[in-house]
């Protein structure tokens, strides 16, 4: 019985995850997404096209692997079949055959949108920050029992859908919202009929049949350990498990396959939305990085928080994750820099903590260890051999932090900008 291999964000998100799972896919039979939705912006890049995936999984571009949308995803049929169309168009052949869906997955209905901008425009400052695509509304309905789910598409679906929708409008009027959704509803429900197109699967039973044929199946988080419902920094978090154990109920595999897990990381930190940040950098050197790293959200273009890399927080992510690989990405955006932080401790109230906090406010202190920087472009590197000193000086450093091989150093956003460390035995 073969294992699953699970790849998922050890920060705040957009690590670079597409990129990795779209580097890996040729390793693996089956590519599946299990948690998240459309909050998700995973950007691909190969022979000069940029391509950003939202619900399907990054394994859809390499050699006409089977690709999975699990049970643990919250879809938009509206959003997806935008995503899907648009790759039909760019020439992606046989994209009904080559993609699955659970039809354990809940749907996002046009009512979840309205309540997810409502509830963030009434906690006011103390908004998350939310992508707006009516996440954490779907997600609650999923665990009050009151959601709407791909399957039902095959029964009963106006009868659920009018139920669903009837509640929601309840919570709209009470909470004073006035909106208009026909245009809205009118493409969500030709997304409902473009969705009953594809393979809607128990997913559970064919992926564990996989791992029963000794196939090999590579799971594509989203989002971050950071944003996680229960490990992340709370509530300015995401309303799904992004973490390991997500991939067991998002799936439906047993803890006992999970097999390698590949934790991955930028060089530095970002952040989308509110919430705490303590390495956070509101200087010119954060403007920089975000300048450099085109640190701009790939869904919603808000330009992303910047700071240096956070060891306390990354530490915990492993923790939880118990990551067994590391995938440093965007260390090209260092290339220029001088010198480079680290921090490895938080002073708390004049207490210095080294073990990530229940929860944490602003006038959090980062402790830094600083290093030289390599002052080289390694953009065009393609083996662990050209690597600068300096450079393998801040691999060594950051693996000694962290107790981990770091596996993969991305130097840029092309597949081919990857540099595998050292091959398997
Ligand atoms: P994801 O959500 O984890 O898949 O990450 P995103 O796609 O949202 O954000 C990562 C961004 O960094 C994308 O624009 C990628 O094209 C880009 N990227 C990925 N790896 C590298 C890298 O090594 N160097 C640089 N400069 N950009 C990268
Ligand atoms: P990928 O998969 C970065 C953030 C939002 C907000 C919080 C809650 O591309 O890494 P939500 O819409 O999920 O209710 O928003 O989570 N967020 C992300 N930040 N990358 C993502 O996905 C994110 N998905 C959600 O900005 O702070
Ligand atoms: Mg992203």
Redesign the pocket.
């Known amino acids: 019985m073969k294992k699953v291999d699970v790849l998922l964000?050890l920060q705040?998100?957009?690590?670079g995850?597409?990129k990795i799972v779209d580097v890996l896919t040729p390793n693996y039979d089956v590519i599946s997404r299990f948690q998240?939705?459309p909050?998700?912006?995973?950007t691909l890049e190969f022979n000069g096209r940029k391509h950003i995936l939202r619900s399907i999984p990054s394994g859809i571009f390499q050699g006409g692997k089977v690709n999975v949308i699990g049970n643990g995803v919250v879809l938009d049929p509206l959003l997806f079949k935008q995503e899907a169309e648009s790759l039909e168009a760019g020439g992606h052949n046989g994209l009904k055959k080559q993609l699955y869906i659970s039809k354990k997955a809940h749907l996002i209905l046009p009512t979840h949108r309205l309540l997810?901008t409502a509830y963030e425009a009434a906690k006011g400052a103390g908004k998350?920050?939310?992508?707006?695509?009516g996440?954490?509304p779907a997600y609650t309905d999923k665990v009050s029992r009151n959601g709407v789910r791909v399957g039902d598409l095959l029964h009963n679906f106006s009868e659920v859908y009018a139920k669903a929708k009837a509640r929601h409008e309840l919570i709209l009027k009470s909470m004073n919202c006035e909106y208009d959704i026909r245009e809205l509803e009118e493409q969500w429900f030709e997304g409902i009929e473009y969705l009953k197109e594809f393979n809607l699967i128990d997913s559970e039973h064919v992926i564990n049949k996989y791992l029963g044929e000794d196939k090999t199946v590579l799971a594509e988080?989203?989002?971050?350990t950071m944003?996680d419902i229960d490990f992340g920094s709370y509530p300015?978090?995401?309303?799904s498990n992004t973490v390991c154990a997500g991939c067991c109920t998002g799936l439906g595999v047993s803890p006992r396959s999970i097999g390698e897990v590949y934790g991955i990381f930028k060089a530095y930190c970002t952040?989308?939305?509110?919430?705490p940040f303590p390495t956070e950098l509101l200087d010119e050197t954060g403007d920089k990085l975000c300048e450099i790293g085109h640190e701009f959200?790939?869904?919603?273009g808000?330009r992303?928080r910047c700071g240096w890399i956070d060891l306390v927080a990354l530490k915990y992510a492993i923790m939880i994750n118990g990551v067994t690989r590391l995938i440093m990405m965007k260390s090209d955006v260092l290339d220029t820099f001088e010198t480079i932080k680290a921090c490895i401790a938080y002073v708390i109230d004049g207490k210095e903590v080294v073990e990530f906090p229940y929860s944490i406010s602003d006038d959090v202190e980062p402790v830094y260890v600083e290093l030289p920087g390599w002052q080289t472009d390694m953009t065009t590197m393609t083996s662990e051999d050209e690597f600068p000193e300096e450079f393998n000086n801040y691999l060594s450093f950051l693996e000694e932090e962290l107790g981990i091989p770091v596996k993969i150093v991305s130097v840029g956003p092309d597949r081919e900008q990857t540099i595998i460390r050292y091959e398997e035995q």
């Open positions: 964000g705040w998100g957009d690590e995850k597409g998240g939705g909050n998700a912006g995973h997810d998350i920050g939310t992508t707006g695509k996440i954490g988080g989203a989002q971050g944003l300015f978090v995401t309303s952040r989308v939305g509110s919430g959200g790939s869904v919603t808000r992303r």
